[in-house]
């Protein structure tokens, strides 16, 4: 999932890639809880409401400074591997990696050129993904993260 400003310039405008700790976790939260222009209306702390819940407009999210590229490692919400490859090759800590890389890469190779880039993750893949996707991307901006 990718939410984009319309009339942005994609050559100058900062892209956050958000992704959880996988494998096994989904960006879901941080998609609806956190970063994403609509949030799920839980309650406080301590006194959580009832399902189901509601959606409102996130008036925190990030998409008033930078693009934001939800990623669902392998496994994850919606994200399955392609027929002929096996998930397991992708739950370790190098699948995870690579996976996760190849998306930032080819998302910025074929969308966002020479972009500040940053990464908010709940893992140790926040810290090694982005490194590896520089690798073909032209014009490669430096990451920040906060994993």
């Given at each position: 999932m990718a939410y984009t400003l319309d009339d942005a310039d994609a050559r100058t405008r900062p892209v956050t890639?958000?992704?959880?700790?996988g494998p096994g976790s989904s960006s879901v939260w941080l998609h609806l809880g956190?970063?994403?222009?609509?949030r799920v209306l839980m309650g406080d702390a301590g006194?959580?409401?009832?399902?189901?819940?509601?959606?409102?407009?996130?008036?925190e999210t990030l998409l008033s400074h930078s693009d934001l590229v939800f990623i669902?490692?392998?496994?994850?919400?919606?994200?399955r591997a392609v027929k002929g490859e096996k998930s397991k090759d992708f739950h370790g800590y190098g699948g995870d990696v690579e996976s996760v890389?190849?998306?930032i890469r080819l998302w910025t190779t074929l969308t966002a050129g020479g972009c500040p880039r940053s990464t908010s993750a709940a893992s140790r893949t926040g810290r090694c993904a982005p490194p590896?996707?520089?690798g073909?991307?032209?014009?490669?901006?430096?990451?920040?993260?906060?994993?």
């Open positions: 890639f958000a992704f959880n700790g956190l970063l994403g222009p609509r006194d959580l409401l009832p399902p189901p819940y509601d959606l409102a407009d996130n008036h669902d490692p392998v496994s994850t919400g919606y994200s890389g190849e998306v590896r996707s520089r073909t991307c032209r014009n490669a901006a430096p990451f920040t993260s906060t994993a």
